[in-house]
């Protein structure tokens, strides 16, 4: 059975196996740990083993806006609503702030239509360098 929790009590590096699929410089299960340990709001779907399965990350200002940065399913759970139940309670969470944004492909668009999201344009900058989220050499 899939449960949900938005503590990271006890989340190991282990525990975040398989995640970013297709990133050619993906951060490594330590580095995803401290993603998630450095998120304003995250939700995590689990397995009764404590295999996290999929999650969602908030990064925020805490007074007016939130941005949605990371939404994840590992693809042996995709299709079956767990993407959904993260972002539904993802918003949840922010739902006293006043904006939250996210960027996504055009082709997503209906699936975060579903959550009351609507369409608008979006800048942004990439330094492919950086993907891994890897310490900087000093
Ligand atoms: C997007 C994602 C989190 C959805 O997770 P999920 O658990 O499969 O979500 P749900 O089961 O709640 O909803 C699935 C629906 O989302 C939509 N969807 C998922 N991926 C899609 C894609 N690449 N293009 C268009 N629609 C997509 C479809 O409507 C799909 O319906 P279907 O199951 O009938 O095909 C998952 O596909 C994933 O991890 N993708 C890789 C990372 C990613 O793209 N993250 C989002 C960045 S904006």
Redesign the pocket.
């Given at each position: 059975m899939i449960v949900y929790t938005d503590a990271l009590e006890g989340v190991q590096a282990e525990q975040l196996k398989g995640f970013f699929?297709g990133w050619p410089n993906p951060p490594s299960a330590e580095t995803h740990l401290r993603i998630l340990q450095g998120s304003a709001a995250v939700v995590l779907a689990k397995e009764a083993d404590g295999q996290v399965i999929?999650f969602i990350t908030a990064v925020s200002d805490g007074v007016l806006s939130a941005y949605i940065p990371l939404?994840?399913?590992l693809p042996a759970?995709?299709?079956?609503?767990?993407?959904?139940?993260l972002v539904k309670r993802m918003l949840e969470k922010l739902r006293e702030l006043y904006m939250v944004d996210?960027?996504?492909?055009a082709?997503?668009e209906?699936?975060y239509a579903r959550f009351g999201m609507r369409p608008y344009h979006a800048m942004f900058i990439r330094n492919y360098d950086r993907q891994s989220g890897a310490a900087l050499k000093s």
């Open positions: 699929v999929g939404l994840e399913v759970y995709q299709h079956q609503g767990v993407g959904g139940e996210l960027i996504c492909d082709e997503m209906p699936f």
